[in-house]
């Protein structure tokens, strides 16, 4: 069946590194854009970053630009990202999801708990 899982998520503190990543199976990985979300307390899920099917092109939420860096791997079957130079308000639930062009299907991952507290 089809399963997106994240994982990499944790406490660190403000200023510091994490590295998520989303291991997908039981689909064609690489007809999808991939895309990273987050979900605050309290608040509405949003997007984060996002790549092409081919990884040629990526995208970014302002709030993350410059800090964030989303990749993809798809022999690996695998969405990755980068989270540098980490602040308070970038603590949240962090969800991977899969888009097919042309077409309504999208599937989602559990989420990895991501914290930013000294």
């Known amino acids: 069946q089809v399963q997106l899982v994240e994982s990499g998520g944790g406490l660190v503190q403000p200023g510091g590194s994490l590295r998520l990543s989303c291991a997908a199976s039981g689909f064609t990985f690489h007809y999808y854009v991939m895309k990273w979300y987050r979900q605050a307390p309290g608040k509405e899920r949003e997007w984060v970053a996002g790549v092409t099917r081919d990884g040629g092109v990526k995208g970014y939420a302002e709030s993350v630009k410059g800090r964030f860096t989303i990749s993809r791997d798809n022999r690996r079957k695998t969405v990755s990202l980068q989270m540098n130079n980490l602040k308070v308000e970038d603590t949240a639930v962090y969800y991977c999801?899969?888009?097919?062009?042309?077409?309504?299907?999208?599937?989602w991952g559990q989420g990895t708990q991501v914290t930013v507290s000294s």
């Open positions: 999801k899969a888009e097919a062009i042309g077409s309504d299907t999208v599937y």
